[in-house]
């Protein structure tokens, strides 16, 4: 199952503790953004932010990538683009780069 790495760079003046549009931006997002994976059928591997490099992580797991494309459709995430920049990254586990190597 893909998993996609989202990196959300932001400006300092993008922050969420000093500007309220973003604040209230992030948080429509958040109270959504449970609701939306399952919608999606996508998995929560994690969420962490980088205060000191204005940086959110995000990593999901989907059964494709078409379901994160259809996530990252949503008004609330297409929002979230007015404030930051996003970088996507598609990644496997080591157990199947393994089996790759092998030829399985």
């Known amino acids: 199952m893909p998993i996609q790495i989202f990196f959300l760079k932001y400006s300092p003046e993008n922050d969420s ?5 973003v ?3 992030t948080m429509d997002l958040m109270a959504k953004r449970e ?5 999606h059928g996508i998995k929560d591997l994690g969420l962490w932010l980088v205060p000191t490099e204005h940086l959110t992580i995000i990593v999901d797991e989907a059964s494709s ?3 994160f494309q259809k996530l990252l459709m949503e008004p609330e995430f297409v929002a ?4 930051c920049s996003i970088e996507t990254k598609v990644a496997i586990t080591a157990e199947e780069a393994m089996k790759m190597m092998r030829g399985k």
Do not use: P, S, T, W
Not at 17 to 21: A, D, H, T, V
């Open 23 to 25: 604040l209230k931006v």
């Open 17 to 21: 503790r000093f500007n309220e549009k």
């Open 35 to 39: 609701g939306l994976l399952k919608k």
């Open 80 to 83: 979230i683009n007015a404030y």
């Open 65 to 67: 990538l078409d379901a």
